[in-house]
């Protein structure tokens, strides 16, 4: 497992605190894994983190209906 503190991405606009980058350094690596934290902390640039970490271009994303496919392209221009 990598340290947290190492977890750098060039193209990512908005820095990341030490629990989100620990969270998305978890995500990277693990097979499986339950992002659960609290409405606010940061989960969708978590996600899109991780995803620009391992390079991936497409992500299931499984979420509650009030979480629109609208919400995520925001995120997602906003972040990258």
């Known amino acids: ?6 977890f750098n991405l ?4 908005t820095e990341l605190d030490g629990f989100q ?3 998305a350094l978890i995500l990277a690596e693990k097979e499986r894994y339950i992002l659960a934290s609290e ?4 989960k ?8 620009e ?11 509650t209906k009030s ?3 609208s ?3 925001e995120e997602i221009r906003k972040h990258l």
Do not use: Q
């Open 44 to 51: 969708s640039l978590e996600i899109i983190a991780a995803a």
């Open 71 to 73: 919400t995520w392209d």
């Open 39 to 42: 409405t606010g902390v940061g």
């Open 53 to 63: 970490y391992l390079g991936v271009n497409k992500v299931l994303i499984l979420t």
């Open 10 to 13: 060039a193209r990512l606009r």
């Open 1 to 6: 497992f990598r340290r947290a503190s190492d």
């Open 67 to 69: 979480s629109t496919i």
């Open 21 to 23: 980058k620990a969270d």
